[in-house]
């Protein structure tokens, strides 16, 4: 809308939005490689169905929108929102479920909201939220443990080749734990669940605890690189440990460790990911610290609480519709008025 | 490190305790190129283009017409106000014009110059020394105004104003700014190695004048050879300055940023420096106000850097006014220099013309190639990830005011103080989005200051419009009070004829009477009714035998008082029209050159009308005798509209 006649600026900086989106992307590695490694081959399948259809859907709604494709395209932030999206659906969902999720996420959470830089709500979020409240069964199917599957039967059932029934029995390690103590109506102790059944490992879901560390070295990578600041990772951390150390505290028969909670789910996927996302967050540096500290708790209190297996989604989505306010009350005093009122 | 460790021991006695601001970046600093060689004598021009315009504040007025000799540092433009500074021939020759010429401003509009032929004598104009210890303070301000002394770090503030102390706030620092913290450049580099003592002596003025209590004088800690130059001079010239070497990072060499480094205050926008006890000063100026008090010198040359893509990089001592096509010839541009800049590369913009001349404010010039600075990569969407708020020395938060300055949110933009961006070029530096900030920062506050102007005109108008209302009240009082007096006195008129007609008999003595009291009430009145009566208004008819009428006095009294109240009103205004300078009074010199342009059309069309009407006058006498001349006078009727509009 405004043109300047003269070059804006003379020196740059080596950066720009395809960097900071390809830094993201491979801080994700460590989590995929620990995902494929011990829990199957099958969200490669997923990530490439993710990364093509966010790239169709980009690539159709820049061109109605009028925009500069390759620009646009080769940004790298809608494959950042296509891979989130693959690891946190179940990985054996079907194909299609995945390409529902990421066009609501690229065509209605992204582009209807203006595209780069505009939308208010996590896209990657949005489409989990929107997935399981519309297909809750197939959402919350996730392959037995102990279920070894080759990289082709596991192909065979995304592509939905192959029955689902009979493999898809298992439940998140969260889900497991929620459905045993409901079931047991007070009859059995979170400890002797942690200990006995097969689903659980070493701190948290057999597996599952893995893929969260990879996360969370990769998301300690960013954070080396300064391509996300300490605030919102360390307040949501802060705020689901807070709650579940408090719980854990007072009734260790009912509530599961905060380590547990914290290697769970998506728990540390939405630390150092998806609050840090810097579009629908916050952007101060306070701001950015009650953004995750709130995350936190509400994820815990709607995964613990709620009728969801995870809570991280709707605590995020629920926390996006605060950021202009926390932002507004949080603007940091400025160079010369720091001791002005 | 360690020798200049042991300087700063030496000189100081305590080691200077650093501050730090938050933000800044790192960029490449480019500066060894052009400090290879010492400062070179820029060779003189074959014409000079001396802007009157180059300080901030009002534009100097031309003192010299075409055909004068001026001779070196002869005032060419005075002046016109306090915020203001003069203009000087910077060698002496013949005035060739006083004309627009190309300004070495990212516009490229022109400016109102003086052009100068040299006559190679390069004569001085005579000098006054001035020792600045024995002049009263406020003659020394005038002088280094009169010296044309200005910022010559690139801000061009006139440096006499910034020389009084905030009232009631003693001056606690003095801050000597030499950290030149822009990539490329290095004139004040060169300038405190090769003239350091001239510096020292001149930081003197300026702590005198201030009544400062310390001086600290900021270098980044990338020129420790500099560092040296002026630790060496300080100690030989036996002075309790403080020579610091501050650490490089831009922009440390912006004034506020390194009052903070120096002393931990911090000055907002809001504040002047002064009012928080500090001020600061660039080395060239200080210098420059050295030269113009000890030697006479005006301010008619200053360091440029020129570097940059060329086969000669160095630093020269150029006259005000050369053009810049001359002066980067001396640096041999290689062949693929496509475009020149003025100032660094963070702060400075691309020249528009080669033709614009070096001013005060001409720091640094730098050849480009698109190999030095390749084109900006297409602007992308704001992604708030902040890279912008991290960097920002003043610790805003840019991209909310891109997002207000887009949305042309104004009031928005100055909640979150845009008017304390100093348009340094961090955040831009930084976009991963390649947004020019910076740009849209400029653009806000232009469009907040045009809204302040328009604001400000509409208030005015406002003022002129309850004039004109206030003005019309009056006139229709001053008419009623002249009509209650006239009506007043031919009441009067007509009961003395009737009392007359009554008693014939009584009649001489009794009218002799009343007619000599009524000079006596007129006597008694007349002093204060003169102003009752405006000058224009025809004089009321005042009755020959007035006094002692029953229903009249009330009505005459009420009439009175009202005129009184508005020949009181007109009174002001025309104190106040004459406390006031009318705005024909100070007229720059382009509205006067507009103004006689525009009398001498006049004129030239009065003449012309009085010629054609004595023709019209010839002719219709001519119509007179002859009757069929009607038809031949209509054609020149219908011509006249058209020549006035020419």
Redesign the interface.
């Given at each position: 809308m405004m043109v300047f006649s003269t070059p804006p600026y003379l020196l740059q900086e080596r950066s720009s939005v395809r960097r900071v989106m390809l830094q993201v992307l491979l801080a994700l590695l460590p989590g995929i490689a620990a995902y494929v490694w011990l829990i199957g081959p099958g969200i490669v399948v997923q990530l490439v169905i993710a990364t093509l259809t966010a790239l169709a859907g980009e690539a159709f709604m820049l061109a109605l929108r009028r925009k500069r494709l390759a620009l646009f395209l080769s940004d790298g932030s809608a494959i950042v929102t296509a891979w989130l999206i693959a690891l946190s659906f179940p990985p054996l969902a079907p194909w299609w479920l995945i390409v529902v999720g990421t066009l609501l996420a690229i065509v209605v959470a992204k582009h209807l909201y203006g595209g780069l830089g505009q939308n208010p709500f996590n896209p990657a979020m949005v489409a989990f939220a929107a997935c399981i409240v519309s297909f809750p069964a197939l959402m919350s199917q996730w392959p037995a443990l102990g279920l070894k599957l080759d990289f082709l039967e596991q192909l065979q059932i995304i592509a939905g080749l192959a029955p689902r029934i009979d493999v898809m029995s298992g439940a998140t390690p969260l889900d497991a734990l929620k459905t045993a103590l409901k079931l047991s109506d007070g009859s059995i102790d979170v400890p002797t669940l942690l200990a006995t059944q097969e689903v659980f490992g070493n701190f948290a879901g057999r597996g599952w605890e893995w893929v969260a560390s990879g996360y969370l070295l990769g998301g300690l990578w960013l954070w080396q690189r300064k391509l996300i600041s300490w605030h919102a990772p360390f307040g949501f951390i802060l705020g689901l440990s807070l709650l579940a150390a408090a719980l854990w505290a007072w009734n260790p028969q009912q509530f599961a460790n905060p380590v547990f909670h914290l290697f769970s789910g998506g728990a540390l996927l939405g630390a150092f990911f998806i609050v840090t996302d810097p579009v629908s967050g916050c952007t101060t540096p306070r701001g950015k610290l009650i953004f995750g500290l709130l995350a936190g708790l509400l994820a815990y209190i709607i995964r613990v609480f709620g009728g969801f297996p995870d809570g991280v989604a709707f605590a995020v989505l629920l926390m996006n519709l605060c950021v202009p306010l926390i932002d507004m009350y949080s603007q940091p005093p400025i160079f010369g008025l720091k001791n002005e009122p | 490190m360690s020798r200049l460790g042991d300087f700063h021991s030496k000189t100081t006695g305590m080691l200077q305790r650093l501050f730090s601001?938050?933000g800044g970046?790192k960029?490449q600093t480019h500066k060894a190129p052009s400090v290879q060689d010492p400062i070179a004598q820029a060779p003189l021009p074959s014409r000079l283009y001396v802007p009157l315009h180059q300080s901030i504040g009002g534009e100097s007025n031309p003192l010299v017409e075409v055909g004068d000799r001026v001779r070196k540092g002869q005032v060419i433009g005075g002046a016109d106000a306090w915020l203001s500074a003069a203009a000087h021939a910077s060698t002496s020759g013949t005035v060739l014009a006083v004309e627009e010429h190309v300004a070495a401003h990212?516009s490229g509009l022109p400016t109102l110059s003086v052009v100068i032929e040299p006559d190679g004598r390069d004569e001085w104009v005579e000098r006054t020394p001035l020792d600045h210890r024995s002049l009263p303070p406020e003659q020394v301000r005038e002088a280094l105004r009169d010296a044309g002394v200005v910022g010559l770090g690139g801000a061009v503030f006139p440096s006499h104003a910034k020389l009084t102390a905030a009232a009631g706030v003693a001056v606690e620092e003095l801050v000597i700014n030499g950290a030149e913290c822009e990539?490329y450049m290095s004139c004040d580099d060169v300038l405190m190695r090769e003239r350091a003592e001239e510096i020292v002596c001149g930081i003197a003025i300026f702590r005198d004048l201030l009544a400062a209590r310390r001086v600290l004088i900021g270098i980044e800690d990338n020129k420790p050879e500099a560092v040296a130059a002026m630790q060496q001079a300080v100690q030989n010239l036996d002075e309790d300055y403080q020579v610091v070497a501050v650490p490089t990072r831009y922009p440390a060499g912006g004034a506020?940023q390194l009052i903070?480094v120096l002393t931990g205050k911090?000055?907002?926008?809001?504040?002047r420096s002064t009012e928080l006890g500090v001020q600061c000063f660039n080395v060239g100026t200080v210098y420059s106000a050295y030269r113009a008090l000890a030697f006479g010198e005006p301010v008619i040359s200053r360091i440029v850097t020129l570097t940059g893509n060329l086969e000669r990089p160095r630093n020269w001592e150029v006259r005000l006014g050369t053009p810049l096509r001359e002066l980067v010839a001396l640096g041999r541009p290689k062949a693929d220099t496509d475009r020149y800049?003025m100032g660094g590369?963070?702060m400075?913009?691309?020249l528009p013309s080669l033709e614009a001349p070096v001013v005060k404010a001409s720091n640094c010039i730098i050849a480009?190639s698109p190999t030095m600075?390749p084109?900006?990569?297409?602007e992308?969407?704001?992604?708030?990830?902040?890279?912008c708020?991290e960097v920002c020395?003043?610790?805003?938060?840019p991209?909310?005011l891109y997002w207000f300055s887009?949305a042309r949110n104004f009031g928005k933009t100055q909640e979150?103080?845009i008017f304390?961006c100093i348009e340094c070029?961090c955040c831009?530096?930084?976009?991963?989005?390649?947004i020019?900030l910076?740009?849209?920062f400029r653009?806000a506050k232009s469009e907040i200051w045009s809204r302040e102007r328009e604001k400000k005109g509409a208030d005015a108008a406002k003022a002129r419009f309850e004039l004109r209302n206030a003005r019309e009240e009056r006139e229709q009082a001053e008419k009623a009070a002249r009509l209650a007096k006239g009506a007043a006195a031919r009441a009067a008129e007509k009961q003395a004829r009737a009392a007359a007609a009554a008693e014939p008999a009584a009649g001489e003595a009794a009218s002799s009477a009343t007619a000599s009291s009524a000079a006596a009430t007129d006597a008694a009145v007349s002093p204060a009714s003169p102003p009752t009566k405006p000058a224009d208004a025809p004089a009321p008819v005042v009755a020959p035998a007035a006094p002692a009428i029953s229903e009249v006095p009330a009505l005459d009294a009420e009439a009175i008082k009202k005129a009184t109240i508005v020949a009181a009103m007109e009174r002001a205004r025309a104190q106040r029209a004459a406390a006031q300078p009318r705005n024909t009074d100070q007229l720059t010199f382009e509205q006067k050159r507009q103004l006689a342009a525009v009398d001498a059309r006049r004129a030239a069309l009065q003449a012309e009308e009085k010629a054609e009407a004595a023709e019209a006058a010839e002719a219709a006498e001519a119509a007179e005798t002859v009757a069929a001349s009607a038809p031949v006078d209509t054609p020149r009727r219908v011509e006249q509209p058209g020549r006035r509009s020419e």
């Open positions: - | 601001f938050k970046v960029p990212p990539p506020k903070r911090e000055v907002p926008a809001s504040k800049l590369p963070m400075g913009f691309a480009a600075f084109p900006s990569p297409p992308m969407p704001c992604i708030r990830c902040g890279a708020a020395p003043h610790e805003l938060q991209f909310e887009r979150y103080h304390d070029g831009s530096y930084v976009c991963p989005s390649h020019p910076v740009q849209y653009f």
